[in-house]
């Protein structure tokens, strides 16, 4: 896609020959600085009754008189907010969508100077217009016509700002779009070998160091955790380290670690049918890992990052691991599993061991982990646990930035107490209570040698019902974080 902004001289938007022209109004439209004929069509609109300036209001008017662009959409925004912008933006994109419009203009009007994060907020509301689910359904439409969008500037002053949000948005909509793709392919189609085939494509592509390690290299870093997990699968596991080096060689690693079981069935402890097909997505964590790399690949922050991903299948079988069953970690520490549907920590528990090596500067997890975090939490913020105040803030600042939100849960000593296991190091599970969080204090067992953040996602990287499909977070809380620690 092809975002940028343009300064036009006074009456130049009128004239401009894109295929349809949004318009996303904020506060009254004597203030906006619309040209004379979008202000007249406006005005008529509404003295007709097609439009009222009321928040969320919008509408559609085609072959304006005095303005080139054969398709006007003007939409109402509640106020001056990115988030208030883009939920806007994206409802005027809506209703362009399948009118075949490859160019859009764009304007923003009534707020004055353009700032960097209205630019970004604007860009990113093109995702759901350009992601469209092909792959296994090709009777779905060719490809989306919008491949470019034109940001109307009224003065060059604006224009640094306004590229910067745009190349942000228009970066982490790129990586959000590839974790929903990665995410929405069904299990038989994103097995952990095509997963990393899949990191490796886009590593290439964006010019990554990847290493993807199979069974017998996963085998010989001791990772008995991991493999307990993947044992009980047809489908050989898979670790994948992806690398962005922006920064000094020597200089600490930001490390995102991944959740990459590709379908979970439970395992032994099998899941109840209802809804299963759902757990495809249990890799939501991984392909955020996999989407944020790609938008760092292209953002160029001066850091070093890390992506790590652990994938593998959770499946029932003669062979699959059983409840009671005690494994020996990468760590050394001993793991009684109790309950073979608590896996994605019994993969993270070895990938945040192997992390040690780089001598991270911070690693923070990304995981479908628990239902009791959607409980906690529903489907608007995601979980974010972190023994460290500075990150819990810096992922706090983050997710709002990006309009990625999540929200900061407890991790007292005191949880761990339903972890304790009369045969083995540690168990790997609680009782119901605050699942969520004996969740992190498992993990948090493996993550004492670094500043360690752990984000669960298992609320937030998937919409159920009618609009069934992954969202892509937390791409964008992740590659905001790591562009703000490098700018630090
Ligand atoms: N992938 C699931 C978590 C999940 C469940 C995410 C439902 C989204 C919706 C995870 O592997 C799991 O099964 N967790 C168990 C843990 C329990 C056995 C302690 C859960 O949440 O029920
Ligand atoms: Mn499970
Ligand atoms: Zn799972």
């Avoid at 809506?94 to 970004?120: D, V, Y």
């Avoid at 392919?185 to 290439?204: D, F, I, V, Y």
């Avoid at 959607?374 to 460290?388: K, T």
Wanted: with cysteine; aromatic share 4%.
């Amino acid at each position: 896609m092809d975002f940028r902004s343009q300064v036009f001289a006074p009456g130049a938007v009128c004239k401009f020959r894109a295929d349809g022209l949004l318009l996303v109004l904020c506060g009254g439209l004597d203030e906006a600085g619309l040209e004379a004929p979008l202000k007249a069509a406006v005005a008529d609109a509404v003295a007709q009754g097609d439009l009222s300036l009321v928040p969320g209001k919008s509408a559609y008017l085609r072959q304006v008189s005095g303005v080139a662009a054969p398709r006007l959409a003007v939409v109402v925004a509640a106020n001056a907010t990115p988030k208030a912008i883009k939920a806007a933006a994206a409802a005027g994109m809506g209703l362009l969508k399948h009118l075949g419009i490859q160019h859009l203009a764009l304007q923003l009007a009534g707020t004055g100077a353009l700032q960097a994060a209205q630019a970004e907020a604007l860009a990113s509301a093109a995702g759901d217009v350009v992601y469209l689910y092909r792959s296994t359904k090709p009777s779905a439409p060719a490809a989306p016509a919008l491949n470019k969008l034109s940001l109307v500037l009224a003065n060059k002053a604006e224009q640094a700002a306004a590229d910067a949000g745009l190349a942000r948005g228009a970066a982490i909509l790129e990586g959000v779009n590839l974790a929903r793709e990665l995410a929405n392919r069904p299990g038989n189609h994103c097995t952990p070998t095509m997963l990393a085939e899949q990191a490796k494509a886009m590593s290439q592509a964006q010019g990554l160091k990847v290493e993807v390690l199979g069974r017998k290299e996963i085998e010989a870093l001791g990772m008995g955790s991991f493999l307990a997990v993947a044992q009980g699968s047809d489908e050989a596991p898979r670790f994948i380290v992806m690398r962005y080096q922006g920064a000094a060689r020597n200089q600490a690693p930001l490390v995102l670690v991944g959740k990459g079981i590709t379908f979970d069935s439970g395992g032994i402890s099998l899941k109840p049918g209802e809804a299963m097909d759902e757990m495809k997505f249990d890799m939501g964590g991984a392909a955020s890992v996999i989407g944020a790399m790609r938008a760092l690949a292209q953002l160029k922050p001066k850091a070093n990052v890390i992506g790590v991903v652990a994938a593998c299948e959770n499946m029932p079988s003669g062979r699959a691991v059983k409840p009671g069953d005690v494994v020996t970690s990468m760590s050394g520490q001993t793991i009684e599993i109790l309950n073979t549907d608590a896996e994605g920590r019994l993969i993270l528990c070895d990938a945040l061991t192997y992390v040690e090596r780089f001598k991270p500067a911070a690693v923070v997890d990304i995981a479908t982990l628990t239902g009791a975090c959607v409980v906690a939490l529903g489907h608007v913020r995601s979980g974010m646990f972190s023994a460290d105040d500075a990150l819990a803030g810096q992922l706090m600042a983050a997710g709002e930035a990006a309009l990625d939100s999540c929200w900061r849960m407890p991790l007292d000593d005191d949880y761990a107490e339903g972890l304790k296991s009369n045969f083995a190091d540690v168990a790997n599970v609680a009782g119901r209570p605050g699942g969520a969080i004996t969740a992190a204090m498992f993990l948090k067992h493996f993550a004492s040698s670094f500043r360690w953040g752990h984000l669960d996602v298992a609320g937030t990287a998937w919409k159920s019902g009618a609009a069934k499909g992954a969202t892509g977070r937390p791409v964008g809380l992740l590659t905001h974080w790591v562009l703000a620690q490098a700018a630090a």
